[in-house]
């Protein structure tokens, strides 16, 4: 199945200690890029967080948000600084040294510096947030793999109608260029015999070195290896595995394909309906782009 790169997922929880809540926003990129913003009490926990959400998203670029929102009786765990305190009241004194201030310092004066004061949680609330926390998480990446898997449906549709577009483009192709290599079969014979007319040469040998000229703008092996592309990218719609980068490699196989067939024709319209395709990779590469 392919699955986009773009998610969103959010999980609250209501605990003894708050309001535990988990944003998750994935969108594409080439590799996986992790962020992450959380408590304190959790800071310790962020690299097997990382290891979570790598081991089931795989690709793309993972933000992620939690907060915990306290309870009234997390007031209890408040607790003083008392190091930062004693630091600040020497700064304010050199200040007021410095400054030759007989103002003394007072307890308003240290107010001013908020993280004197801590919120800590005792360590058996820790192990039990904890354990809260990471099934939290499995619910909150389960939101977003349903929403990656969404996306990725909705590409897959548009992509099968680009290839079908591509298809009978390619369909197209042939059909002029079994027209098109013949007419030119014909003009580089008559061009040949006129040449060749008082040389007295076997016109088997005429037809023959015509057939050479006619087989330089034959772009039916080119039609094929596309059809055979094509075949093969319909095969990721139900593949299991990350396909994204394999996408962009047969696109671009695709490309080098209609790039040849451009160059060989000599018609008008096949290389109108050249274009057509290479607007349609174009389209498909795009979308191969959010695809894991």
Known sequence: MIRSM?????????????????????????????SIRCP????????????????????????????????????????????????YRTL??????????????????????????????????AEALQGELFQALEDVIAEVLKMQNAEGAH????????????HDITTQIQQISVQNKQTYFEKVKEKLLLLTGDLNIDESRIIQEA???????????????LDSHIR?????????????????????EMNREVGTIGAKSESAEVSHHVVEIKNELEKIREQAQNII
């Open 155 to 166: 590409l897959a549709g548009e992509i099968k109608t680009h290839l079908d577009l591509i």
């Open 92 to 125: 304010l004194e050199e200040a007021n040294e410095s400054l030759g201030s007989p103002e003394a310092i007072t307890l308003s004066h240290l107010l001013n510096f908020t993280d004197i004061f801590e919120v800590k949680a005792p360590e058996n609330d």
């Open 211 to 225: 057939a050479l000229y006619s087989k330089k703008i034959d772009i039916t092996e080119e039609c094929e290896r």
């Open 40 to 87: 304190e009490i959790f800071e310790a926990r962020e690299e097997e967080i990382k290891r979570r959400f790598s081991s089931r998203l795989l690709r793309g670029r993972v933000k992620v948000f939690i907060t915990m929102n306290g309870s009234q009786d997390e007031k209890q765990h408040i607790q003083l600084n008392r190091k930062l305190v004693d630091h």
């Open 6 to 34: 773009t998610g969103f997922g959010k999980v609250e929880r209501q605990l003894k200690s708050g309001v535990l809540t988990i944003e998750v926003r994935s969108e594409n990129s080439r590799y996986f890029d992790f």
């Open 232 to 252: 093969q990218f319909r095969t990721y719609y139900d593949t299991p595995e990350p396909v994204g980068k394999r996408m962009t490699f047969l696109i671009q």
